[in-house]
């Protein structure tokens, strides 16, 4: 592992860790582009792999939700 990908994993493993407890200062730091950076890109993915995680459990609870039955709704009327 040369040293540009550990910059990358580092930076990645920083902004999930910095997403889940600091959201708002994650998104302050990660608002002003800095491309050339492999800490920074990292940085930037993995504040958006943990919002696609939280994303993806919150889906969960709807999907596992029962229809509601028609017949339910006209029987209270």
Known sequence: M??????YIDGFNSGYLLAKHEPT????????PND????????????S???RE?????KSFSR???AQDDRDINRDR
């Open 2 to 7: 040369d040293e540009q990908e550990q910059k």
């Open 25 to 32: 200062l994650a998104a302050q730091i990660t608002a002003s």
């Open 36 to 47: 050339h950076n492999p800490f920074f890109s990292g940085l930037v993915n993995g504040k």
């Open 49 to 51: 792999e943990y919002e």
């Open 54 to 58: 939280v994303r993806e459990w919150a």
């Open 64 to 66: 596992g939700a029962p």
